[in-house]
């Protein structure tokens, strides 16, 4: 069964920029959390989506945002890149319908560099 | 607001000894879930042992045991036999037993294993 898929795995933008990240999860789960993890603020939540919406927000300005299609796929997309939106976002999905074990499943990231 | 304190930043075993990794965690509520998840240098965050809070029995996973405390808020995970593929960075993790709930990580401990 494949896992919790990423991409791109690495991408270097400049300020001003914006970027999409593409997350992939596993088959049979819906919901989608997005991550982002920094050495100076560590892992902190950005968003949730279930069945398309979303339920859950982070402390986040509005530059941050995402979105789930049909299939469970989820992008974010971060606008006006700033130097301290450098990270790694890791997404993570959960629950197949029916079983709820309260885990979340993480893929590899996506290390973003703004120069 | 939930918060997780790890209070090690840094722990180092002898390989073969075994090694015990705090966690602290506070919340008002009464069901959640607790996890520990290794991140190793290839960064894919794994889980490595989940406790349920109604559950008062210690979970166990083969090499990887926890000793929770849930009057004290106390989660703390027990290593033993170390192995050199044990060296990882290893979160803890707190998560409301609701759908759309966030995981909330702890500062996380790298661990490092001496041959």
């Known amino acids: 069964k494949a896992g919790v898929t990423q991409t791109p795995r690495y991408l270097i933008k400049t300020r001003g920029q914006q970027v999409t990240l593409s997350c992939s999860p596993i088959?049979?789960?819906?919901?989608v959390s997005w991550y982002q993890q920094t050495p100076g603020q560590g892992l902190q939540f950005l968003f949730e989506?279930?069945?398309?919406?979303?339920?859950n927000k982070g402390n986040f300005p509005g530059r941050f945002s995402g979105r789930q299609f049909s299939n469970s796929r989820s992008e974010m997309n971060v606008s006006t890149l700033e130097l301290g939106d450098s990270a790694l976002y890791l997404c993570?999905?959960?629950?197949?319908?029916?079983?709820?074990?309260?885990?979340?499943?993480f893929g590899e990231g996506s290390r973003l560099t703004v120069l | 607001a939930q918060t997780v304190t790890q209070s090690q930043p840094e722990m180092s075993v002898q390989e073969a000894e075994t090694v015990t990794l705090s966690c602290t965690y506070d919340?008002?509520?009464?069901?959640?879930?607790l996890f520990w998840y290794k991140q190793p240098p290839s960064r894919q965050m794994i889980l490595v042992i989940r406790?349920?809070?109604?559950?008062?029995q210690n979970a166990t996973e083969n090499r990887f045991s926890v000793n929770f405390q849930k009057a004290a808020k106390s989660f703390s995970l027990k290593i033993s036999d170390s192995q050199l593929g044990d060296a990882a960075m290893y979160f803890c993790a707190y998560r409301r037993n609701f759908g759309n709930e966030k995981l909330t990580f702890g500062t996380g401990t790298r661990l490092t294993i001496i041959p």
């Open positions: 919340t008002s509520e009464s069901d959640y879930y």
């Open positions: 989506y279930f069945s398309e919406t979303q339920r």
């Open positions: 088959s049979g789960h819906r919901s």
């Open positions: 993570a999905s959960s629950f197949l319908a029916g079983v709820n074990t309260g885990e979340l499943f």
């Open positions: 406790q349920e809070a109604y559950k008062q």
